[in-house]
């Protein structure tokens, strides 16, 4: 006969294990960035934070009639904190099963152990770590605050109560569409809704009921239906996406299939319109969207950058800025263009480049909106008649330079090692042309010049 | 005609490839034969150009130079990859059309010769599919119609058989000769021995990165014969 270890057994070996596992990691991470000297200079610094503990029962005392203020308030709003609560569990299931069922859990179902018991072994893991965390804040407010315990118990009681309570519907949800996820966020907003206005405690009662009654419904189905890939992929970046050891390692934990939604609109899986555009427009769309950090990182730094500094008073300080945007918006935009001719399957085909430029133009142009909000603002509140010809050169400018740019990664591409040496140098007078507009106006006539050079080394000037 | 004359490859200085020379005349099969990490798969990624070779020639009909224009040599071969290199964010019928608008193939010639390889691959009621929907045999299938869309003067293939099962390798197999007939010089990859000598006409076996042996298929048996010894 053959005997098999209980499950409780193998489960507990697979969370030991990848417990060991974490600490190994960022045991090597500390081991990485952390020497004699930092180690002894990290003791007196947590001997700080000891003693700064001590000091903080002062601070305490210091907030007394504050924090008491705060108690009172948390017992009056305590049924409408009640009814607003569960919608964060709807709004969680949009993005998140709330269950952490990994690939670890998933190889252990294919062994002799049932899914379901798997599965509930999970919940029952999460809620025990929910009583803990609970307990040891409400602890926590209970001995170093004036916080009322009956108040503390309460508050510990609802996050606990609601947390499992939600557990089920955030699992089912969280696999329905869309459209049923709305129909039941706005079901239970609105009784929130009316219940703040009217009777909270009646609300957060039916509330609860009716969640109740969601669980019992959804228990029946709780297996059916189930996109097992999609939550071990999920529960698998939670789990290992770990921000201290992505920065150590240089190597960021990216999920597989991460941008799931565009492949569900239908309009997206019918064929092309069979024209390079076409073919080429969605190409793009699909790498930026896998770069999406990357790119939003990029358009926010640079707004930023504008919005910050269009608040400054001197002047040149906004036009470096903008010089800054162009310069760095068409070096990244470069980049990206050629990675995206090395990876994937793009890299074994063909590649017609001077489609893919004008075709990654368009989302160029589509990505350069935030940045262009807070320049055209600052522009039309320092208006001119020299305004209209500064948009314009700063216009010809960045298409004069993400032309050489690309042309430079194309000749890269093509194993041609030419570096456009005229092409750059006058990229860099005409960004120093933009510089010198805040204080020499005058000088944004120069963009006839700009369309004059990109007549002259035959680059189409797309008018978008 | 494909010409590889004295390649090397190479990754942090640790060689890939050493030596490598040989050419594939008009409407030849040459069958690239060794053991595991022996260097195939390497090859063909050198000759497409996904992997850099530190010396050496690649030619496609004498004129064509893999350093003279990296793009215009692509439009020349067309490259089936072991592991199937498909997006996920595209569906079956969306790759062929991507495959098709590289390889610059009219619409109606696409439509065409996606009838035959679709039918002939049994892939009617999957043009409309994502890959990660489908099988593993089933993306391989995907992939290798992807190849065998264009008409190119070399084709690559790596390990063609795997994963397909019997009546899709006979179809592929068909492809190969029939393609062979119309003179495109093809190299492909496999362990199947059996399938090499029914449809090579050469065999260049390769050893730790360089050229064992090189001959006709007739002679392959006693080759094989004599290594194994």
């Given at each position: 006969m053959i005997r098999r270890p209980p499950l409780w057994d193998t489960y507990l070996f697979i969370r030991k294990n990848r417990f060991r596992k974490k600490i190994k990691m960022y045991k090597m991470v500390f081991q990485m960035f952390v020497d004699r000297t930092i180690a002894i200079y990290l003791f007196l610094l947590s001997g700080y934070a000891i003693i700064g503990l001590f000091i903080a029962g002062d601070f305490i005392r210091d907030y007394e009639a504050e924090l008491l203020f705060i108690d009172k308030h948390a017992t009056t709003f305590f049924w409408s904190i009640a009814v607003l609560l569960p919608l964060w569990f709807f709004v969680q299931s949009f993005r998140h099963p709330g269950v952490l069922f990994s690939s670890s859990e998933d190889q252990l179902s294919l062994l002799p152990y049932p899914r379901q018991r798997i599965w509930w072994l999970v919940v029952y893991e999460k809620w025990l770590k929910q009583l803990m965390i609970y307990g040891m804040i409400g602890l926590f407010l209970m001995l170093f605050t004036p916080f009322s315990s009956v108040v503390v118990l309460q508050y510990m009681l609802l996050f606990i109560v609601m947390n499992v309570l939600m557990t089920i519907p955030q699992w089912k949800l969280f696999h329905t569409s869309v459209v049923m996820k709305i129909i039941f966020g706005l079901f239970f907003a609105a009784i929130a809704f009316i219940g703040l206005l009217t009777f909270p405690k009646i609300a957060a009662i039916m509330l609860v009921m009716g969640i109740f009654m969601l669980n019992v419904r959804f228990s029946r189905t709780l297996f059916h239906d189930i996109q097992w890939g999609r939550v071990v992929e999920l529960s698998d970046e939670h789990i290992w996406k770990m921000p201290l050891i992505d920065k150590a390692s240089g190597i960021t934990y990216r999920r597989k299939n991460k941008h799931r939604i565009f492949r569900n609109i239908p309009f997206l899986k019918k064929p092309f319109t069979y024209t390079t555009k076409a073919i080429h427009r969605r190409l793009w769309m699909i790498y930026f969207s896998k770069q999406i950090d990357s790119v939003l990182k990029l358009i926010g730094s640079l707004a930023g950058l504008l919005i910050v500094l269009a608040f400054v008073k001197r002047d040149w300080l906004m036009w470096l800025g903008i010089v800054i945007s162009v310069s760095i918006y068409s070096s990244v935009i470069a980049r990206f263009f050629k990675d995206h001719f090395q990876?994937?399957?793009?890299?074994v085909l063909p590649w017609d480049l001077s489609s893919f430029k004008k075709t990654c133009l368009q989302w160029v142009w589509i990505g350069s909106i935030p940045i262009l909000i807070p320049l055209v603002t600052y522009m039309l509140l320092h208006i001119s008649f020299w305004t209209p010809f500064q948009l314009l050169f700063i216009y010809y400018s960045f298409l004069f330079l993400y032309h050489t740019k690309i042309d430079h990664m194309i000749a890269l591409l093509n194993h041609k090692y030419e570096f456009f040496q005229k092409r750059h140098t006058l990229g860099l007078i005409f960004l120093l042309m933009i510089f010198l507009c805040s204080r020499y106006p005058f000088l944004s006539l120069g963009f006839v010049f700009v369309l004059w050079s990109m007549k002259k080394w035959n680059r189409r000037v797309v008018l978008a | 005609m494909l010409h590889v004359q004295g390649v090397r490859a190479e990754i942090s200085n640790k060689p890939l490839l050493e030596d490598i020379t040989f050419h594939v005349e008009f409407g030849m099969v040459a069958a690239l034969v060794g053991h595991n990490g022996a260097g195939k798969s390497t090859l063909l990624k050198t000759i497409v150009g996904v992997l850099p070779k530190s010396a050496g020639k690649i030619m496609i009909n004498e004129t064509y130079d893999q350093d003279q224009s990296l793009i215009t040599f692509k439009q020349l071969i067309s490259y089936l990859p072991e592991e199937p290199l498909l997006l996920p964010e595209l569906t079956a019928m969306q790759h062929f059309q991507l495959y098709g608008k590289s390889y610059q193939i009219a619409e109606n010639r696409l439509t065409e010769r996606l009838e035959r390889l679709v039918e002939g691959f049994e892939m009617q009621d999957k043009l409309n599919e994502y890959p990660e929907t489908l099988s593993k045999g089933m993306r391989q299938k995907v992939q290798a119609i992807c190849t065998l869309l264009p008409d190119t003067p070399v084709l690559l293939i790596d390990e063609p058989f795997m994963g397909l099962d019997i009546h899709a390798v006979h179809f592929l197999e068909e492809i190969i000769k029939e393609k062979s007939r119309k003179g495109t010089s093809i190299l492909l990859t496999t362990h199947q021995l059996d399938r090499v000598k029914a449809i090579a006409d050469s065999f260049i076996m390769l050893q730790e990165g360089r050229i064992k042996s090189i001959g006709p298929i007739t002679d392959f048996d006693t080759i094989q014969g004599r290594s194994t010894k």
């Open positions: 990876s994937d399957l793009l890299n | -």
